[in-house]
T-cell receptor
Framework: GQQLNQSPQSMFIQEGEDVSMNCTSS?????WLWYKQDPGEGPVLLIA?????ELTSNGRLTAQFGITRKDSFLNISASIPSDVGIYFC?????????????FGKGTKLSVKP | DSGVTQTPKHLITATGQRVTLRCSPR?????VYWYQQSLDQGLQFLIQ???????AKGNILERFSAQQFPDLHSELNLSSLELGDSALYFC??????????????FGEGSRLTVL
């Protein structure tokens, strides 16, 4: 089945630093999404991307849908302690019997004040 | 608060036992999804129900089964439990069959520990 390769697996950064993480797939997706999971909580949608090449921002977060439709990246600028958590990329193809999201294994972000 | 309710939050049981996890979706959501989160595998899609009918199946073991009831709540049944079934089980919901905006609303999860 489809698999997403997300990297890095974990990051330890200083408050104020910028963060970059990415996700690649061997197959194309119609939609790329980025979710964040806070400790003890379920994942929450941060950004959704619907078109190849699309660049979308949400506050300090910026994500791009790769031109090939096989990759996406997420940048976080000027990190703060509440950015701590696990960030998941997810790909989706809908239509027919499809529709469920395929998730990457996550990037665990730790921010040192 | 996502509006998705999962019970129990924590469950400890022994190998060979059977447990049932319960999920109430957001009000108005017709689709329910079950995911398993383990340390080395991330979020694995198990199964989806839409308005009472099974819609999509992922990596769900034969020992596991699920159903969605007329009031739209869902239950995930895990039987003949093994140590490797220890994980966080998430339920998520969406309004439509395909979550066509990509947004799933996740509950807080049920942490299952098999001893």
């Amino acid at each position: 089945g489809q698999q997403l390769n997300q990297s890095p697996q974990s990051m330890f950064i200083q408050e104020g630093e910028d963060v970059s993480m990415n996700c690649t797939s061997s197959s194309i997706f119609n939609t790329w999404l980025w979710y964040k999971q806070d400790p003890g909580e379920g994942p929450v949608l941060l950004i959704a991307l619907y078109k190849a090449g699309e660049l979308t921002s949400n506050g300090r977060l910026t994500a791009q849908f790769g031109i090939t439709r096989k990759d996406s990246f997420l940048n976080i600028s000027a990190s703060i302690p509440s950015d701590v958590g696990i960030y998941f990329c997810a790909g989706q193809n809908y239509g027919g019997s499809q529709g469920n999201l395929i998730f990457g294994k996550g990037t665990k972000l730790s921010v040192k004040p | 608060d996502s509006g998705v309710t999962q019970t129990p939050k924590h469950l400890i049981t022994a190998t060979g036992q059977r447990v049932t996890l319960r999920c109430s979706p957001r009000s108005g959501d017709l689709s329910v999804y079950w995911y398993q989160q383990s340390l080395d595998q991330g979020l694995q899609f198990l199964i989806q129900y839409y308005n009472g009918e099974e819609r999509a199946k992922g990596n769900i073991l034969e020992r596991f089964s699920a159903q969605q009831f007329p009031d739209l709540h869902s239950e995930l049944n895990l039987s003949s439990l093994e140590l490797g079934d220890s994980a966080l089980y998430f339920c998520a919901s969406s309004r439509r069959a395909f979550a066509n905006t990509g947004e799933l609303f996740f509950g807080e999860g049920s942490r299952l520990t098999v001893l």
